[in-house]
T-cell receptor, first 114, second 113 residues
Framework: DAKTTQPNSMESNEEEPVHLPCNHS???????IHWYRQLPSQGPEYVIHGLTSNVNNRMASLAIAEDRKSSTLILHRATLRDAAVYYC???????????????FGKGTLLTVNP | KAGVTQTPRYLIKTRGQQVTLSCSPI?????VSWYQQTPGQGLQFLFEYFSETQRNKGNFPGRFSGRQFSNSRSEMNVSTLELGDSALYLCASSFRAGAYEQYFGPGTRLTVT
């Protein structure tokens, strides 16, 4: 399975933008890049996903490098509620078929300072 | 719209017993996936059901099984419980199969003693 590499932790200040990096140098052409986050004592929460082009939604923006070997999740103005573990995941096809699954890594623990 | 619900939220079982966990997806969602989360291994995919059929399976022993009913509700069963099965079991639903945008429930915390 193609793997992702993320920093173990990052810190940000409230109201400031946050750029969360993810490396996926072995990504294949059919892999989508998904981001989820997990707040303390909760299940993961979908944030955003993309394939090649940059994507925006109400929660965040996803910037994908031209060679697709890395991507960045951008929180435009961090709030205390954004403190969570952020997972960058490749939606990769399961071997032997066209079914897809999500393989979660360790993620990045984002701390937001007031 | 109600979110994904999982029951029970907490469970304590003894080694060798079996357990059944339940998941009700978001209304209209036909895909249900199950994950196991532990401090050591993180989040690991167990299986996905779509329209009552298992579509995808992770690398777990046969003691872990599941099913999905015609109303899309899903159950997960673990037989012959081992201490290492202690974990948070998360259920996620989505409109389409294949790990598209998934919505997770709060999980069931299983402790095996």
């Amino acid at each position: 399975d193609a793997k992702t590499t993320q920093p173990n932790s990052m810190e940000s200040n409230e109201e400031e933008p946050v750029h969360l990096p993810c490396n996926h140098s072995t990504i294949s052409g059919t892999d989508y890049i998904h981001w989820y986050r997990q707040l303390p004592s909760q299940g993961p929460e979908y944030v955003i996903h993309g394939l090649t082009s940059n994507v925006n939604n109400r929660m965040a923006s996803l910037a994908i490098a031209e060679d697709r070997k890395s991507s960045t999740l951008i929180l435009h103005r961090a709030t205390l509620r954004d403190a969570a573990v952020y997972y960058c995941i490749l939606r990769a096809p399961n071997s032997g078929g066209s079914n897809y699954k999500l393989t979660f890594g360790k993620g990045t623990l984002l701390t937001v300072n007031p | 719209k109600a979110g994904v619900t999982q029951t029970p939220r907490y469970l304590i079982k003894t080694r060798g017993q079996q357990v059944t966990l339940s998941c009700s997806p978001i209304s209209g969602h036909r895909s249900v996936s199950w994950y196991q989360q532990t401090p050591g291994q993180g989040l690991q995919f167990l299986f996905e059901y779509f329209s009552e059929t298992q579509r995808n399976k992770g690398n777990f022993p046969g003691r872990f099984s599941g099913r999905q009913f015609s109303n899309s509700r899903s159950e997960m069963n673990v037989s012959t419980l081992e201490l290492g099965d202690s974990a948070l079991y998360l259920c996620a639903s989505s409109f389409r199969a294949g790990a598209y945008e998934q919505y997770f429930g709060p999980g069931t915390r299983l402790t095996v003693t």
